[in-house]
C-alpha cells in the first residue's frame, strides 16, 4: 500500500488542522494505521493508532484529548483531527500501515509510511 499524507500547515496556537492520509490499494481495510511526528532535533514520537475496523484508537498521553484519529475505509482514508494545538505539536507528521488486527504503537512494527507533512504551531 501507499501513503500519501496531506493537511498540513500553520496555524496558530489553540487552533485546529485535520490531517489525511490516502491510500493506495484494495487490501487498505486490513491494516492498522498510526500517526507520527518528528520535531527538529528530536525522535519521531508515536501520535495516534486506529485499528483496521476503527473500532478501537490509541493515543500517546501529549494528544489525549485534543487529537482524534479516524478512517474512513470507503475512501481508503485515515484521519487526524487536531484541536487546540501548542506549540510543541509543531513537527512533521507521517501516517503509517500496517496489515494487522491489533493495534501498533511503535513505529518499527509499521511497514508502510506516508511522505510526511509540517505541521506549525505559532505561539
Known amino acids: 500500500v501507499q501513503l500519501q499524507a496531506s493537511g498540513g500547515g500553520l496555524v496558530q496556537a489553540g487552533g485546529s488542522l485535520r490531517l489525511s492520509c490516502a491510500a493506495s490499494g484494495r487490501t487498505f481495510s486490513s491494516y492498522g494505521m498510526g500517526w507520527f511526528r518528528q520535531a527538529p532535533g528530536k525522535e519521531r514520537e508515536f501520535v495516534a493508532a486506529i485499528t483496521w475496523s476503527g473500532g478501537s484508537t490509541y493515543y500517546a498521553n501529549s494528544v489525549k484529548g485534543r487529537f482524534t484519529i479516524s478512517r474512513d475505509n470507503a475512501k481508503n482514508t485515515v484521519y487526524l483531527e487536531m484541536n487546540s494545538l501548542k506549540p510543541e505539536d509543531t513537527a512533521v507528521y507521517y501516517c503509517?500501515?500496517?496489515?494487522?488486527?491489533?493495534?501498533?504503537?511503535?513505529?518499527?512494527?509499521?511497514?508502510?509510511w506516508g511522505q510526511g507533512t509540517l505541521v506549525t504551531v505559532s505561539s
Open positions: 503509517a500501515g500496517q496489515r494487522t488486527t491489533t493495534l501498533v504503537v511503535t513505529p518499527g512494527a509499521y511497514g508502510y
